[in-house]
């Protein structure tokens, strides 16, 4: 009997060290794998239009988050290696971005049955950014590959007017504008104005081969510091054009059901616009700022 007990006893302690050296053995494969894998990767590669998995497959990324709501799909990753770099490899307007916190690409497939990706957004790693100067830098690196690249200046023929120049940051007060949208990517923001600047949330936005790039930033100081939000995103310019009809569309008939008179409003809040931009190119005229013709690069 002791000698049953001692070899029960005995095959329990082997089964419990077998198991442990099977769990360590695990972790320390997939600890392996991620390692090698975060070695290994140094860019994340991806463009827009062309099947989702496919484009996953050939980024470089070993393994994303995926999701699937309704035929709305999305794979992202994060974190990111500081030292891994997103590359937009679409010849002729090659842009690449670090460091980076994440990225998401997204596909429609009740739009596009075969899931072409129609946007990406990126995410800065704000912990890369300890003072206004460094922001400022990293932003208009970003702004020069623009620059250097075939993109041109967007804008909405609707409602924007393209300045140049200071300008083009300035509401009809004089004052740095909510929300920018139009600035002229060849102005350079005197350091002294761009925490002002800043605090208004600008946004660049360009378009080059059927795709619209955004830059968008918005720093503060607040009580934990120094705070900067900085995105980078790609669009399928008619898929946007489109979802931004559609989602104005519904608005509209929402808020005229509800007695608001929302279309009727939106007919002459346009008409206020065109005022405004007449007030806006003479201020810049004033200040010997000038009005680009659209499709321009400055």
């Keep these: 009997m002791a000698n049953s ?7 329990m302690l082997n089964r419990r060290h077998f198991m442990m050296l099977a ?53 992202s990753v994060s ?8 590359h937009y490899t679409r010849e002729g307007f090659e842009i690449r971005w670090h460091p980076i916190f994440s990225l998401a690409m997204r596909a429609d497939e009740k739009r596009f049955p075969d899931r072409r990706v129609q946007s990406v957004s990126l995410l800065l790693n704000d912990k890369s950014i300890k003072t206004n100067a460094e922001a400022q830098t990293l932003v208009e690196q970003t702004i020069a590959q623009f620059q250097r690249g075939k993109w041109q200046r967007y804008y909405d023929p609707e409602s924007d007017v393209l300045l140049t120049g200071r300008s083009s940051l300035l509401n009809e007060n004089g004052q740095f504008a909510r929300f920018p949208r139009t600035i002229d990517p060849a102005y350079k923001i005197p350091a002294q104005d761009w925490p002002a600047v800043v605090q208004q949330g600008p946004i660049w936005r360009w378009v080059g081969d059927g795709v619209l790039a955004e830059l968008s930033v918005k720093g503060d100081v607040g009580t934990a ?18 979802r931004n009809a559609e989602n104005l569309e519904q608005q509209l008939k929402e808020g005229d059901a509800k007695g608001w008179n929302s279309t009727a409003e939106h007919e002459a809040d346009k008409k206020k616009r065109v005022e405004l931009n007449k007030r806006l190119i003479e201020n810049a005229i004033k200040r010997g700022d000038a009005v680009v013709s659209p499709g321009s690069s400055h």
Aim: with cysteine; proline share 3%; hydrophobic share 40%.
């Design 5 to 11: 007990k001692k070899s029960e006893g005995g095959f």
């Design 23 to 75: 769990v360590l053995s695990i972790m320390g494969s997939l600890l392996g794998c991620t390692k090698s894998a975060g070695e290994g990767m140094t860019e994340i590669r991806f463009d827009l239009g062309k099947n989702i998995v496919d484009t996953a497959r050939a980024s470089g990324v070993p393994a994303f988050a995926t999701d699937n709501i309704d035929g709305y799909i999305s794979y």
């Design 79 to 86: 974190p990111v290696p500081d030292a891994v770099v997103a």
């Design 225 to 242: 510091g120094l705070n900067y939000d900085v995105r980078l995103s790609f669009d399928l310019l008619d898929v946007a054009l489109k």
